[in-house]
């Protein structure tokens, strides 16, 4: 069993949907991370969060430290948000573990 | 503010040559990592740097090796390259504390033949 696994593994929306990733880990954590890869380009953090709930624009992250999970939700989703968004946990020394992605394609 | 330069972007090799992957932060950040990406799975850390003059292995550190040549850079090395390290490679960099947002670089993609 992977240490940080997401679900699902591949998501097609249309525009305008509201959009959750999901990711559950079984390691201890200082942070979660949320990142976005998009083709062929390189990779953003686009949240870190030891607890609560954090928002940028249409993009929000919460983690439940308890039950070791996490979600990213984006609310009226466009085609530009097309991308694989990485779940990955940061221990003591800030190395990363990472779940393999969910690809996401929103179609208009 | 560049961040987090990597280079090269892309690169092949035949099997059993050597290359140097260059990794340069100007963030001032202690902590650096290598990390290489395969289809169908999570990256994984191949070394990575706690601070200026000290190294460690990761997950998957067989038929690599780094130098931490300063604060701002962190290079990795494959002396003979093989098919089963044809992936994309990610450098990545940590600011002071736990729990701190990691920056990368843009990738290199290596294919050995």
């Known amino acids: 069993k992977n240490e940080v696994e997401q679900s699902p593994q591949n998501l097609t929306a249309q525009e305008g949907e509201f959009i959750t990733i999901n990711c559950s880990y079984s390691v201890g954590i200082s942070a979660l991370h949320w990142l976005q890869q998009h083709p062929g380009g390189g990779i953003v953090s686009l949240f870190m969060?030891?607890?609560g709930k954090k928002k940028h624009g249409r993009l929000i992250a919460t983690i439940n430290i308890q039950e070791k999970h996490s979600s990213l939700h984006i609310t009226a989703s466009h085609p530009r948000d097309s991308a694989v968004y990485i779940c990955?946990?940061?221990?003591?020394?800030?190395?990363?573990?990472f779940g393999t992605g969910t690809l996401l394609a929103v179609q208009p | 503010n560049a961040g987090v330069t990597q280079t090269p972007k892309f690169q092949v090799l035949k099997t059993g040559q050597s290359m140097t992957l260059q990794c340069a932060q100007d963030m001032n950040h202690n902590s650096m990592y290598w990390y290489r990406q395969d289809p169908g799975m999570g990256l994984r850390l191949i070394y990575y740097?706690?601070?200026?003059?000290?190294?460690d292995k990761g997950e998957v550190p067989n038929g690599y090796n780094v130098s931490r040549l300063n604060k701002r850079e962190f290079s990795l090395r494959l002396e003979s390259a093989a098919p089963s390290q044809t992936s994309v490679y990610f450098c990545?960099?940590?600011?002071?504390?736990?729990?701190?947002?990691?920056?990368f670089g843009q990738g290199t993609r290596l294919t050995v033949v």
């Open positions: 740097s706690a601070s200026e003059g000290t190294t």
């Open positions: 990545a960099s940590t600011g002071q504390g736990v729990g701190t947002e990691a920056f």
């Open positions: 990955a946990a940061g221990g003591a020394t800030n190395k990363l573990i």
């Open positions: 969060l030891s607890s």
